[in-house]
């Protein structure tokens, strides 16, 4: 149980255009999502938590422009990246957490996505 | 600021070996401390997790041992194996409230 999966595995795009990922918990009802993006041999950076219905919150430095998150239901989480450009590139990486499980304080993370930007 | 610190940033071990990493945090409201393996171009998998009311956990071949006064956590991997090389990283929270990631542990363990 508790399995998250992501969606692309991988993405290469023009600079310029946005994207979409989207991330689905596929046996239980995320209360809670969070973002995270990682770069090559570094850790696990927090972009932003978000709580389904709600609006998501931003870590300080992150662009909530650029980066939209919409938790729209129990179960799907997107992040959109708009007008992506090279710097953009990366691994992002979600991962979500429910109050209805035993353990409220355990996340459980998708595959990721590789993001490549041109 | 690190809330989370890890060491050693990179390990080898010979197979049959014990594997151990060791984490240091700052926040004494940290209630959650989880243990996440990561294999590349994969998402982080939960290895183990305990809470500061306990000063030990172990599932199979992992242990967490947990000191609160000294506000550390390590993880022992016994018996250690090919398998087991991935990236380590130790976490810690406050409930209901993101985890604060180390910076990762690159542990390969050698045949």
């Known amino acids: 149980g508790a399995v998250v999966s992501q969606h692309p595995s991988r993405v290469i795009c023009k600079s310029g255009t946005s994207v979409k990922i989207e991330c689905r918990s596929l046996d239980f009802q995320a209360t809670t999502m969070f973002w995270y993006r990682q770069f090559p041999k570094q850790s696990l950076m927090l972009m932003a938590t978000?709580?389904?219905?709600?609006?998501?919150?931003?870590e300080q430095g992150v662009e909530k422009d650029k980066f939209l998150i919409n938790h729209a239901s129990l179960t799907l989480s997107t992040l959109t990246v708009t007008s992506a450009h090279p710097e953009d590139s990366s691994f992002y990486i979600c991962?979500?957490?429910?109050?209805?499980?035993?353990?409220?304080?355990?996340?459980?993370f998708g595959p990721g996505t590789r993001l490549l930007v041109l | 600021q690190q809330q989370v610190k890890q060491s050693p940033q990179s390990l080898i071990v010979q197979k049959g070996g014990i594997s151990i990493i060791n984490c240091a945090y700052e926040?004494?409201?940290?209630?959650?401390f989880p243990w996440y393996q990561q294999f590349p171009g994969k998402g982080p998998a939960l290895l183990i997790a305990?809470?500061?009311?306990?000063s030990e956990k172990k599932e199979g071949r992992f242990t967490i041992s947990f000191n609160k006064s000294a506000k550390q956590f390590s993880l022992h991997i016994m018996d250690s194996q090919p398998g087991d090389s991935a990236t380590y990283f130790c976490?810690?929270?406050?409930?209901?409230?993101?985890?604060?990631f180390g910076k990762g542990t690159s542990l390969l363990v050698t045949p």
């Open positions: 305990i809470r500061p009311d306990v």
């Open positions: 926040n004494t409201a940290f209630d959650y």
């Open positions: 976490a810690a929270s406050m409930s209901g409230y993101a985890l604060n």
């Open positions: 978000s709580n389904e219905g709600s609006k998501a919150t931003y």
């Open positions: 991962s979500a957490r429910s109050r209805f499980r035993a353990n409220q304080e355990t996340q459980y």
